[in-house]
């Protein structure tokens, strides 16, 4: 079975398609600029070289059927006739509380997935978007929508409701949601066969650190609680974004320099966190370089943003009455030891060791990271979205799941 | 509606409140002037707009290089023939207006739609030199266009339904709340704000209090977010009388009669923000300078 996985943006399109039967991406790439001039497709088949092409690509329906026509291209192509892709994986970043797993696409669930573009105003619009282009491109091709948020479902209210009027939750679904879900689900089950042994015996802090990072406590494969909340905005120190913060700050702020909702809200989203701390850029890497080179303020946003994600480690830890694995992943989580190791510093206490060597190899690949003789394992695991996508859509389409 | 090809003539403050406001959407605008270099000062206002709108934390340097990659300068009509839509923002004068409306009618093709940014002149005259009277419409917004949420859809007695929902359309896509409204003197925002900044001049003449004190009742009284003078001085005194000289004439009602301290700064040249002094005074970037107010002693009735 070859599925194609769709996760649509404003602006641009990310695909891969899959062979199922043997779990490979025969392909990926994605479309940039949508709707604007310039717009570029770059796809990339699993065996030959990257291609760009650019072109005229007004809107996502324009957009998914260049992604069909380059799927089906004699040079750069994977397969031959539309017929060979028999379902689309799409990513979905808000399922609310209605939607807890993954859903085959029905007119019904599509008005619902319209009506939480409340809860993701930036997101949902454009996953239903590459939805109905996919309606218009792929007619009668069975879609498949993989939620974000799904794999928080099972938090008990003590995790997810806040300390304000409990009307507010009625009324306009104020909770926490967590986000990166599928990320998280992923890396918790990769983790568990690494280890060899079972989901269900586990107990484990799952860290996403991307542009947006977050932190799941994953109690026997299930999350019982995420750092990130209403939206991607709380919990741990993000590149440009604030995290968990006295919410008085903004009010006062928004009273000091006449701020309105917008310029406060790009304020937390955009200025904060680690540009904002250290004035020198959101990217891990080049804060690194800046700290090493003497800058002060790098070094206190790197500081910070390690010290942040080992207090919720802590806090998870007792959550879940004792933790057997600290699981790092995403761009950060993957690929920067130092990281990884400042975050674990001062954790013997606990059982937790990092084997410095293993630590500094593991670079976008999976390992274990911790000494043989650590109590709590640590590892570095890519995160493959897409790959979980691919299996519900899959799984959707034969039925197992209903 | 795909609007993904917007041009707007005339590059002024409302064509680069429109440019800037349409670019942050996402959609690509070319900003049209007579000659490329006035174009192109238009686009570098934008730019000052954006870095202001940085030092408020509302965008990024990375959103301003984007929104103003979006906004190419253009001093060749021609270009309106690739345009979904057509937004004619230059001055306020019938006959500039309807030569330019018959040039774009010759050029473009017919199912392309003319919006006109107009707030005072008759949106069915302007149509009447076209052979599209059923796709021109008024959308009257107001300044600044990045900042203020909300756009006069004015339709013209020709205006077609489908016309108003396009436009109306392509004001959710800027994110402004659009009102409808029917064509009369000042629609409904000039028509009801103009009168309250002279009514507020009166109370000043007539020494009932001080400018400050003026403003400050108005917006803790009744949530203004700038008081009723220095509102008139953001928009400019000379602008505010010649609206209530405007309604005035169409209207034949005194209550219209512009307040005669009015009158008296727009002959001395304090026409508000503009020029550093109206009812207050301003530094060169258009802040406020704080202090004393006893200037405008001279405009009260002594008692």
Known sequence: MNILVLNCGSSSIKYQFFDMDKEVALAKGMISRIGMTGAVLTHKPFDRKEVKVSGEILDHIVATSYVISILLSANHGVIKDKSEIHAVGHRVVHGGEQFTQSVLITDEVMSEIRNLIDLAPLHNPHNLRGIQACNKTLPNIPQVAVFDTAFHCMMPPTAYIYGIPHVLYKKYGIRRYGFHGTSHFYVSERAAELLGKPLNQLKMATCHLGNGASISAVNRGISIDTSMGFTPLEGLLMGTRSGDMDPAIILHIMGREELSLHEANTLMNKHSGMIGISGVSSDMREIIDAANAGHTNAKLALDIYCYRLKKYIGGYAMAMGGLDAIVFTAGIGENSPLVRELTCQGLDFIGVELDKEKNSTAIGKEMIISSDSSRIKVLAIPTNEELVIARDTKDIINGIIK | ?303
């Open chain 2, 1 to 303: 509606m795909p609007a993904n090809r917007i041009v707007i003539v005339g590059a002024g403050v409302m064509g680069q409140g429109l440019a800037e406001t349409i670019a942050t959407t996402g959609t690509d605008v070319i900003l049209l002037d007579r000659t490329i270099k006035v174009a192109k000062q238009g686009i570098d206002r934008i730019a000052d707009s954006l870095n202001h709108a940085i030092a408020r934390w509302a965008m990024t340097e990375a959103d301003k290089k984007a929104i103003l990659s979006r906004v190419s300068p253009s001093a060749d009509l021609q270009i309106a023939k690739e345009a979904s839509i057509v937004i004619e923002s230059i001055p306020e004068n019938l006959r500039l207006k309807r030569e330019l409306f018959q040039k774009l009618d010759d050029l473009c093709p017919e199912e392309t739609i003319f919006i006109t940014n107009t707030a005072t002149l008759s949106i069915t005259e302007l149509a009447a030199v076209t052979n599209r009277s059923d796709r021109i419409i008024g959308m009257h917004f107001l300044n600044p266009v990045p900042k203020i949420p909300v756009v006069e859809v004015v339709r013209g007695l020709k205006t077609s339904d489908d016309t108003y929902k396009k436009a109306s359309e392509f004001a959710d896509l800027l994110g402004k709340t659009p009102v409808l409204v029917y064509e009369y003197p000042g629609y409904v925002t000039t028509r009801i704000i103009v009168p309250l900044l002279n009514e507020a001049m009166h109370v000043l003449m007539e020494g009932v209090s001080t400018a400050e004190d003026i403003d400050t009742a108005m917006k803790l009284g009744y949530g203004f977010n700038v008081g009723p003078l220095a509102l008139a001085d953001m928009m400019g005194l000379d602008v505010v009388m010649s609206w209530m000289e405007n309604l005035l004439a169409e209207l034949s009602e005194h209550k219209y009669n512009p307040c005669p301290i009015l009158r008296k700064m727009v002959r001395a040249g304090h026409l508000g923000v503009k020029t550093g002094q109206g009812f207050f005074k301003y530094d060169k970037d258009g802040n406020r300078l704080p202090g004393d107010y006893s200037q405008f002693d001279d405009y009260r009735v002594k008692k």
